[in-house]
């Protein structure tokens, strides 16, 4: 009997080991856990304990850390050297930063608003391992500390930006600025709207409540969806009484981005027909009774009222060939466009950043801001255009036509119209 048992025993022995393993390791993995979670909760209570937190922080309250990074945002009269004297830097080490700076043409001053990051190394002697100084709201340039040769190497850092292409249309109500802002069109892109134009229509008296427009153009957003900047126009229309006026934009083979009609023609001509945007026409071209000195005497230019700091634009290209005080005219810039044109702007409030005698200035560029200055009875651009030598009514002026494109780039521009003519559809097809 008892054999018959042993041999049965025998015949399940390796099923019954494994029931013995399971159980221990049940047993096991149950105890392990059962202790890991009284050790955690009573580390959890030490932790929590008011006593050993105040010798902690008493402790740690006198460590300082090692790296220590600063952002700054520069404000109305910072120079690159009041910002250094406020990381407290070792005087060398400013001079190292400040040459190292001055190198690099595209931050070599400073602008409003721009970013600086500095990463600061506190360890023995205070030294700066790290910084990034902000180009535009697309790219950063930063340096980077090569230790062994105690100097700095640079690097562009390109932003990652959402590129979106945005579809407005709207029916003018009172003006076109205050109708496109309750679009939600950001002030920049109305204002190279309002340029393309410029060269043949005044924005004064040619507009009329019910003329309409549409507006294909870029904006570069950071990916939480705020805007960072406004891109290129590609597209716009503006009816005037009935009448379209399309533009295209297209890059011409040295990478020079122009508007055409549909024809081809450029609407790009040697000059504006008004510089300033949202403008009134208060008092024109030729002989007037001088509100000020009270006598009758030849108006050489056009008055444009508009409010204090409304920008004034260079109607074309050229070079600054005055930007000062003018006695009667008050703040007044001069630029000669070609051997047969030049422009002058007076009465402003203040000339534009970096307008100086001798700068090149580009078309639609501004140079300075509306103001009352010299004699003047308000708010006004006084505008004239002088053409071989003698001042003429800008307002009657015949501008030259502008480019026409023939042959391959012609054919290139046809394409890329019907390019956008397809982009248009789908967009307006995507609103409705």
């Known amino acids: 009997m008892k054999r018959k048992i042993f041999e049965k025993l025998e015949e399940y022995a390796y099923f019954i080991w494994l029931i013995l393993l399971i159980l221990i390791a049940v047993f096991v993995t149950y105890f392990y856990d059962t202790n890991k979670k009284t050790q955690v909760f009573f580390l959890q209570k030490s932790f929590d304990n008011i006593y050993l937190n105040k010798t902690f922080e008493s402790i740690t309250s006198n460590l300082t850390p090692r790296y220590l990074t600063v952002h700054f945002q520069v404000k109305k009269g910072d120079t690159y050297e009041n910002i250094l004297d406020r990381l407290n830097l070792p005087i060398e080490e400013k001079k190292r930063i400040l040459n190292t700076v001055k190198k690099q043409k595209e931050i070599k001053s400073l602008k409003l608003n721009k970013q600086l990051y500095f990463k600061i190394d506190r360890k023995e002697n205070i030294k700066i391992i790290e910084f990034k100084i902000e180009i535009d709201k697309k790219k950063d340039i930063a340096f980077y500390r090569d230790i062994g040769l ?42 190279e709207f309002a340029r393309l134009y410029g060269f043949q229509v005044d924005f004064q008296r040619d507009i009329w409540k019910g003329d309409s427009f549409q507006i294909i153009y870029e904006q570069f957003e950071n990916n939480d969806g705020s805007l960072v900047e406004s891109g290129d126009i590609i597209f716009s229309n503006l009816n005037i009484r009935g009448n379209d006026l399309n533009l295209y934009k297209f890059e011409l083979q040295n990478k020079e981005i122009d508007y055409f009609d549909e024809s081809g023609k450029s609407m790009k001509k040697t000059l504006m027909k008004t510089p300033i945007n949202g403008a009134r026409l208060s008092s024109p071209f030729g002989k007037r009774k001088h509100p000020i000195l009270g006598f009758t005497k030849m108006h050489t230019g056009t008055d444009f009222a508009a409010p204090t700091g409304t920008p004034i634009m260079a109607s074309g290209d050229g070079v600054v060939t005055k ?33 100086k005698k001798g700068v090149r200035v580009k078309q639609g560029q501004i140079i300075g801001y509306v103001g009352s200055t010299g004699l003047s009875t308000g708010p006004h651009l006084h505008y004239e255009v002088i053409e071989n030598g003698r001042k003429i009514n800008s307002q009657k002026l015949k501008l030259p036509s502008g480019k026409v494109l023939k042959g391959e780039q012609r054919n290139e521009f046809e394409v890329n119209k019907i390019k956008i003519d397809v982009l248009k559809s789908e967009l307006i097809a995507g609103i409705n």
Do not use: D
């Not at 309750?182 to 892109?189: Q, V």
């Not at 009465?347 to 534009?352: A, I, R, T, V």
């Open 150 to 191: 105690n100097n700095f190497y640079s690097k562009i850092i390109e932003k990652n930006l959402n590129k979106i292409i945005i579809f407005k249309e709207g029916t003018i109500k009172n003006s076109l600025y205050n109708t496109a802002i309750e679009l939600g069109i950001k002030p920049n892109t109305i204002v």
């Open 323 to 355: 930007a000062q005080w003018c006695g009667g005219g008050g703040n007044c810039v001069k630029i000669k466009h070609n051997s047969v044109y030049q422009t002058i702007y007076a009465h402003m409030s203040k000339f534009g950043r970096g307008i």
